[in-house]
């Protein structure tokens, strides 16, 4: 069976910081591009960050740009997203996916289409 599974997802106050790890079973992610997204409740599900198969490339929203670090592993099969500064704004469901179809290109908008495999998800909560 083909899975992700996210984990490191927690409460936390302004100023904080969490590491979440994307961990794939049934499948190897070195072939993969690897993108994290989000979604606020009521809101739309938003990417980002992204990371090509080989991890030299990766790509961030305006949003994250400078607070958040994507990374990968793969000799754990693992991608992960260490989140500095975090901000009540950053409240959300973040998720992984992974794609063959997408690349992952700089200053482009990071969108969930053509992602063929996702994670349920994990809840990051800042709040004071």
């Known amino acids: 069976q083909l899975q992700l599974v996210e984990s490191g997802g927690g409460l936390l106050q302004p100023g904080g910081s969490l590491r979440l790890s994307c961990t794939a079973s049934?499948?190897?992610?070195?072939?993969?591009?690897i993108g994290w997204f989000r979604q606020a409740p009521g809101k739309e599900r938003e990417g980002v960050s992204c990371i090509s198969s080989s991890g030299g490339i990766t790509n961030y929203a305006d949003s994250v740009k400078g607070r958040f670090t994507i990374s990968r592993d793969n000799a754990k099969n693992t991608v992960y997203l260490q989140m500095n500064s975090l901000e009540p704004e950053d409240t959300a469901v973040y998720s992984c996916?992974?794609?063959?179809?997408?690349?992952?290109?700089?200053?482009?908008?990071?969108?969930?289409?053509?992602?063929?495999?996702w994670g349920q998800g994990t809840q990051v909560t800042v709040s004071s």
């Open positions: 049934g499948f190897t992610l070195d072939y993969y591009v």
């Open positions: 996916a992974a794609t063959q179809l997408r690349k992952c290109i700089p200053t482009f908008r990071i969108d969930p289409p053509g992602y063929g495999y």
